[in-house]
């Protein structure tokens, strides 16, 4: 692990300015992915800021009849909260699902959404990977890509995102609050918050340097029923091959989002206006510009006969 300094900070906005004024500075609140990385060397920040401190952690009703959860919320006191339980089934589902108890306990809700990839090659820094090291090369390309993207990669990477809540946020149109440097902020539709790998799949975020995720903003409840399903290749600890959020109501109409299968959790507004027809219609909206590699195409077999399942389930 390289060397680094360390800050405690009191506020948002005296966080945000610190790691505008330190280059290569990065926050750390659980710290269940960024230690692991500097402990490999793939991250090297030159400084800490601890932002444990700022009171992030509520979870609060909005005057719109929804939830703000404060960035520093524990997926398990997400996942257990009554409200989410009971209102956002579906998130809590997904969050349960994710990591083990021990991780859970940690893991915060920005740092979740923040979670780097679990690409292999990203991982191996003897190997090529864009992400890691930009304008070095895909080894996935023409490497071990079972777990890959098939839909909405690049030339430049084909990794998937990892997190489960994320699916399940994207789902009910969670909105990221931030906090910049200079002291304003602002909201971003969580469908806007992750950029597409292009040439530049080391840039996965629309944040800007020192910008700080403070909470996550969930509209009213949408009611229905609420499902998620997780296929991966053993029943814990394990990330998703393919996973499946869905919110149903009982005319037919709904939502559906995929985790497992791209670079970011993956929702298109045109599919879920395909539900009341079944789900190849929605299937076949969601995987249009599809392209698997050899080793992967298994996994659009494998989500088409998963949201079929989902889908069934939740009209009966």
């Not at 992750?194 to 969930?218: C, D, N, Q, S």
């Not at 969601?286 to 050899?294: D, I, R, V, Y």
């Amino acid at each position: 692990m390289k060397a680094f300094t360390y800050q405690r900070v009191n506020t948002p906005g005296e966080a945000a300015s610190s790691a505008q004024g330190h280059t290569g500075a990065k926050f750390i609140a659980g710290g269940t992915n960024l230690l692991d990385l500097m402990k490999l060397e793939i991250e090297t920040p030159t400084h800490l800021i601890d932002v444990n401190g700022l009171g992030l952690d509520k979870i609060e009703p909005t005057p719109e009849g929804g939830l703000r959860i404060g960035a520093l919320v524990r997926n398990t006191d997400l996942a257990a909260d009554q409200r989410v339980r009971r209102d956002y089934a579906v998130l809590s589902r997904a969050l349960l699902a994710g990591a083990s108890g021990q991780l859970r306990n940690r893991a915060t809700t920005a740092g979740n959404l923040l979670q780097r990839t679990r690409c292999p090659y990203f991982y191996d820094t003897n190997q090529p990977c864009n992400k890691r090291l930009p304008g070095s090369g895909c080894a996935a390309l023409e490497g071990f890509s079972r777990q890959h993207a098939v839909v909405g990669a690049s030339e430049a990477c084909i990794a998937t995102h990892p997190s489960d809540m994320a699916v399940a946020m994207r789902l009910l149109d969670a909105v990221v609050e931030t906090v910049k440097p200079d002291g304003s902020e602002r909201k971003i539709p969580l469908a806007e918050f992750y950029r597409a790998p292009g040439k530049t799949p080391h840039l996965e975020t629309v944040l800007t340097g020192g910008e700080l995720i403070t909470a996550v903003t969930l509209p009213a409840p949408l009611g229905g029923t609420h499902i998620y399903r997780k296929v991966r290749d053993r029943a814990s600890y394990a990330f998703a091959l393919v996973s499946v959020a869905a919110v149903v109501q009982a005319d037919g109409t709904g939502r559906v989002a995929l985790g497992g299968v791209a670079h970011k959790p993956w929702r298109m507004e045109e599919a879920d206006a395909q539900l009341t027809h079944g789900a190849q219609a929605v299937y076949d909206t969601l995987f249009a510009s599809a392209q698997p590699t050899a080793e992967n195409e298994y996994k659009l077999i494998l989500a088409k006969r998963t949201l079929a399942s989902v889908l069934t389930e939740a009209r009966a």
